[in-house]
């Protein structure tokens, strides 16, 4: 042990002779002329001997940590978390400032202003805090708050977060308010969100959730009945209105008791924790490839005047690429034309793509390869590899062995299937059927691979069709024709891409089927509206057939006019 701790030591174990009364003020003025010895006189070693030496004897000690004396020890633990960060955090502001950091350089800046320093002494803190961490439990929560500051400055995302998450906030020891638990709930989510950790992040967001409708003025009134009813589910919470008065009973109490033991938290705005939070949601939904929830969330962000117009435009480019990455189908239609109604999104980069997208034209390549520069890597991100089928490793052979590229059966990127999607639906706009073997060369897949993604989006209901699924084992290609039910915008407001509803046939025969006693032909699902739609297309199969049958009559017709014409010429010119 260095003199300076052996000096101070001893100092400490005299104080312990005083009584209660004058303890403390002892202890604060003993910690605080440590604090503040420049780093010339006090390297960082002797400072964190000192300070253990503190925590042993001021705040630790029998004396000072078990019955009467206990109050003696929570304040003096108290008054070495509180120096410490106001020292700090005053030469932190020193040092941004230029001028006065000339007049710094002499080694005048005390260690504890160095910010391992700083975290090493916190740690240590509550390393010997940990056994008596019950006795402790609020002092606790402020130097773990403390330290995950700092380690969220140093960008240490995960370990701050790591630190917050031993906050003990529903212990039974202390009263927390939900402001209080929704500020580190949201915090947490946010750290946990920079060190690229979703899933977790996700869970914390749904505990914020439970309470955020308990914290007056944190959420919109369009939220906050959506937000009380998802935690009325899952917690069986009590209504608004009692809660908004147990939130604010809870939080004076919490004031009260932070205000007896000398601590003071610094609460943040609701407003601003229910933006943080919002926010906090739309990235969680983005980083989970939610992209149709991400891009409705973006864009609500980016309309809230109380965010910089810059963090705004952001927000806004976000819900369109999110929006354009969604599933295809009436959703991504209506939130399509959402953005597409917003007077800002002409001055975004992504400006050309999503209008495509909106008119259902086709995504080539190059476009596609100029959209994903402006992706996040979660945006890009590889799929998981489709295992393939007997059939489609047949076709893969049979073009190999022509010669021909290899074919794949699967989308390889998360950008990739939106595309694939995009183009089928495209199609869909474009033909009224199509062969399995012709979207494949128009989607870059297999026809096997183009037929596992058209299943798919029907049987989701985002792409009205059906699939007559040829036997064409002679050429192995994949036969089979993909049939698009007739997709016509209705409404004024259904104008984009993808919006795709199946035939409406009116009980009334508006479209030439019988009504009253005339019974349609029911679907495999029995209902009347399938069995309307079966019957249309079969009429609309036999107008094909007849057409076709009277051009052919037409074709016969002439041949057998031009041979009578000439055999009649021929025996004119025997006769002659």
């Known amino acids: 042990m260095s003199s300076t701790s052996e000096s101070f030591t001893a100092r400490l174990q005299h104080v312990a002779t005083q009584p209660n009364a004058s303890r403390l003020a002892t202890y604060e003025r003993l910690i605080s002329e440590l604090l503040q010895q420049p780093s010339s006189e006090l390297n960082r070693e002797d400072l964190l001997g000192a300070a253990s030496a503190y925590l042993r004897y001021a705040v630790f000690s029998e004396q000072n940590s078990t019955g009467g004396g206990l109050v003696i020890g929570r304040q003096a633990l108290t008054v070495l978390e509180q120096h410490a960060g106001r020292i700090a955090e ?43 961490v019950i006795s402790f439990e609020e002092q606790a929560s402020s130097l773990r708050m403390q330290l995950a500051s700092l380690l969220e400055a140093e960008e240490d995302w995960n370990e701050a977060a790591r630190v917050l998450l031993a906050v003990p906030l529903d212990s039974g020891h202390r009263n927390v308010s939900d402001h209080l638990k929704l500020s580190i709930y949201v915090r947490i989510v946010r750290l946990l969100l920079e060190g690229d950790d979703p899933v977790a992040a996700d869970m914390y967001l749904k505990r914020a959730s439970m309470i955020i409708h308990n914290v007056p003025g944190a959420l919109p009134s369009q939220y906050r009945q959506q937000q009380q009813e998802e935690g009325q589910a899952a917690a069986g919470s009590a209504p608004s209105s009692t809660a908004g ?8 109490e919490a004031g009260t008791g932070a205000a007896a033991s000398g601590l003071k ?19 969680v939904y983005d980083s989970q490839r939610r992209f149709s929830k991400a891009a409705i969330r973006y864009h609500e962000l980016s309309y809230v005047a109380e965010i910089d117009e810059d963090d705004r435009a952001m927000m806004l480019s976000a819900a369109v690429t999110a929006a354009i990455l969604s599933p295809a189908g009436p959703q991504r239609a209506r939130t399509l034309a959402m953005l597409m109604r917003d007077e800002r999104a002409p001055s975004l980069p992504q400006y050309t793509i999503l209008s495509k997208v909106f008119l259902d034209r086709v995504i080539r390549p190059d476009e596609i390869a100029s959209f994903e520069k402006l992706l996040s890597p979660h945006q890009i991100a590889e799929l998981a590899p489709a295992s393939a089928s007997g059939t489609s ?29 995009h183009n089928v639906l495209s199609a869909s706009r474009l033909y009224d059927n199509i062969t399995l073997a012709g979207l494949g060369a128009l989607v870059d897949l297999s026809p096997t691979g183009a037929e596992d993604i058209a299943r798919r989006m029907i049987m989701q209901g985002r792409l009205k069709g059906w699939i007559d699924q040829v036997d064409d ?14 997709q016509e915008r209705r409404g004024e407001g259904e104008t984009t891409a993808g919006g795709l509803e199946a035939t409406k046939v009116e009980s009334s025969g508006g479209d030439g089927s019988a009504s009253g006693g005339a019974t349609a032909e029911s679907g495999p699902g029995g209902s009347a509206g ?28 002439r041949i057998n006019q031009i041979s009578a014409a000439s055999i009649l010429s021929t025996a004119k010119g025997i006769v002659a």
Not at 100 to 120: F, K, L, N, S
Not at 245 to 252: F, H, I, K, S, V
């Open 265 to 283: 938290y610094r609460l943040e705005d609701p407003k601003l924790l229910g933006l943080q939070y919002r926010l906090s949601q739309a990235r």
């Open 473 to 486: 084992s002679s050429t192995r290609s994949g036969g089979g024709v993909l049939f698009f039910i007739d």
């Open 245 to 252: 008065e147990d939130a604010q009973g809870d939080a004076q």
């Open 393 to 421: 490793m047949a076709a893969t052979t049979t073009e190999g062995a022509r010669g021909n590229k290899s074919i794949r059966h699967a989308p390889s990127t998360v950008l990739d299937r939106a595309m694939i999607e």
């Open 90 to 132: 005053g030469y932190e502001s020193r040092r941004r400032d230029k001028d006065r950091m000339q007049d710094d350089e002499d080694g005048g800046i005390p260690a504890i202003a160095d910010r391992d320093t700083r975290r090493q002494l916190l740690e240590n803190a509550l390393d010997q805090l940990q056994p008596r």
């Open 530 to 557: 399938t069995g309307d739609v079966d019957t249309k297309w079969t009429r609309r199969w036999d107008q094909q057939i007849a057409q076709v049958t009277r051009a052919l009559e037409d074709v016969c017709q």
